[in-house]
């Protein structure tokens, strides 16, 4: 039984949204009168009425319950009274989910999406008036992935969500964020902006940008999963998308830099761990983050006044720096989490360009296959990189059983230089 | 005589509103044929696809149902394409890929952001077909509901479904002959798998109209939906 506060909290609210709808001189119908059948609103009245109701209770799926009820103030009560997806809100009727803790939050699906043109790194040295050969030898990167004509930040990054909300059999109504990350698209409406238009959840699904460049994976995991603990969110597709090859282009960027870049998308449907997970899942474990403010001057990407960007890069000092950070980050996972790093199932870290992933895993004294590769082929993707990394794991060990995959390590950087990790373990 | 290709039966309370396909001046324009006493039909034993022929008086409807023509002697049916040539000629009609062009005019969305609607003299016509980048279907307290996202990116929400092969596929899949937790399951249906039959089909195609002026407002409403849904959906719930 509902305390008498929360019936009266409802009471007040049928009866503001009723008349925000009908007019505010619009008498009060009777409990059990059916609003339609008698007048007093339409279809059209009906449903805006409830979409109100729902907007300002929180409870979101409130049209839904009434499915095959009398359309009357009765009804409405019994739904509220029912409501299974309640969320938070501060002036209605609902109260707020039970908090999860933190290692319940696993990700139900993933997904990634790469620029269809497969471009060989010879060409890009080409391009950008370099050595033929120079990626290659430099860095490393054998190919990159480039997007194609008809493709950008949000066909990527929607292409990518969709096949995860598809995984996971999951409808896009039942999403309760959307939280975007890339570090290409500076426009407005802004990529999750972009996104909620483009996947159709609720209209009161929230939509979020997380900054931080290649670290925006990580930070908008750990946004994620605050959310879900907190008892705000029950699913939230966390989605990264990049198209570099349209801004980091010939005569605007020195090849060294661009030359490193390739465009993609990832995407990881988050849920509350409810009973038994669908095998084989990953819950979220913690993360931390930090600002190593001594190397901000490694690079710095800016806008200039001609509309062109201005990009200060000293790649032998972010390179030292990324490896020390990196393995840093590694040894501070492992002793957070207990989780030897030799029983890793793989590492999805940022790849600045295989050089460094090869250096990097020699540092960890890891074997180079625990770093699944994406910059060899792809080209160093930004907030995608770790992604497209997670989600390559994921992928192998989705036909194992759960007590043969091992935990994966998240590790990034991002200009500033920010840096972040965090664990996933078999849940 | 008038030939007339049935491409749209739409389910507005008791009665349908039909709209067919003719040419004319060699281009294909849309028609609703209407009686000389009401603007919709009670009994309408044709079906989407149906090619018949009938009489049509000459004269335009008022804006912005500019293609109400009244039929004055009963229809008969002389053949039948099937739906992907009936979009394929829905596809030469009125057509249009964003908000202001559907019906050549603004279209205001109502204030609690369900619906949009028109000012009856405003609109230049009240049907109009679009190809669409999204589209969910949605069970709102026994109202069905869709938002779609139209080529240009514009999101329309909470339009009514007024398609009856739509409306009869969830009447059907509602039946008390379809067993328990039948709301919840035809939810799961409409919340993934629809999505991809749907968005999947070479000829996935809609057209909007307006409804006529209801308190001066023509609401906009999804008269039809391609592909119809098919009976062994209905297996699958």
Sequence with gaps: MAPIADEDRWQRLIEECFQREAGSQASLPSSSQNLIETGVLDSMGWVGFLRALESASGVSD????????????????????????????????????????????????????LGSRRIPSEQVDRAFGMPAGKLRLRAGIESLAYAAEDENELTLGAGAAQRALRAAACGPEELDWIIATTE?????????????????????????????????????????????????????????????????KPGVVAGEFG????????????????????????????????????????????????????????????SRAAITRLENVIRDIELRSGIARSSLQGLATHQPNPRLVTLLAKQ???????????????????????????????????????????????ASLGPGLLFGGGWLVPA | MNKLLITEITRMGPAFCVIGLHRENGKIRSVRPVTSTANSWLHFPYHRGDVVQCELAPFCGAKPHIEDRVSTRGFQKESAVPEPEVVAFLRKAEIAGSLPDLFGCALHENRNGTGL?????????????????????????????????????????????????????????????????????????????????????????????????????????????????????????
């Design chain 1, 259 to 318: 030359g490193l870049f390739g465009d993609g998308a990832s995407a990881f449907l988050l849920r509350a761990k409810n009973g038994v997970a669908p095998q084989p899942t990953y819950g979220l474990g913690e993360f931390f983050f930090g600002c190593a403010g001594q190397y901000a001057g490694a690079i710095r990407v800016a806008d200039v006044p001609n509309g062109n960007i201005e990009v200060h890069f000293d790649g032998e000092a972010l």
């Design chain 1, 184 to 248: 290409t698209q500076r426009g407005y409406p802004s990529l999750a902006a972009q996104l909620h238009s483009q996947l159709l959840p609720r209209e009161n699904c929230g939509a979020l940008d997380v900054g931080g460049a290649c670290l925006g994976l990580v930070n908008a995991l750990a946004v994620a999963q605050g959310l879900i603990a907190l008892g705000q969110a029950r699913t939230i597709a966390v989605i990264t998308s990049d198209v570099h090859s349209r801004t980091f």
């Design chain 1, 62 to 113: 409130l049209g839904a319950l009434l499915t095959e009820q009398t359309p009357s103030f009765e009804s409405i009560f019994r739904a509220f009274k029912n409501a299974r997806s309640v969320r938070s809100s501060g002036t209605g009727p609902s109260s707020k989910q039970e908090p999860v803790t933190q290692s319940a939050v696993i990700i139900a699906s993933s997904s990634a999406a």
């Design chain 2, 117 to 237: 609607h028109a000012t009856p003299l405003e609109p230049m016509r009240s049907i109009c077909g679009t190809e669409t980048k999204n589209l969910r279907l949605e069970l709102c307290a026994n109202e069905l509901r869709a938002t779609l996202v139209l080529s240009s990116g514009e999101v329309l929400r909470d339009l009514p479904v007024v398609d009856r092969d739509w409306r009869d596929f969830i009447d059907s899949a509602l039946a008390e002959g379809k067993g328990a937790n039948r709301v919840g399951r035809l939810q799961r249906f409409l919340n993934s798998q629809f999505h991809y039959k749907i968005l999947s089909c070479p000829h996935h195609f809609i057209r909007l109209g307006l409804t006529r002026p209801y308190h001066d407002l023509c609401w906009l409403m999804l008269d039809t939906l391609f592909p119809l849904p098919k009976q062994e959906w209905l297996e699958e719930l």
């Design chain 1, 364 to 410: 960890c004294g890891l074997p180079l296959g625990k770093f699944p590769v994406v910059a060899r082929q792809f080209g160093n993707l930004g907030s995608s990189t770790c992604g497209v990394a997670l989600d390559a794991i994921l992928q192998s060990t989705s036909s194992r059983q759960a007590d043969k995959c091992g935990p994966i390590f998240m």
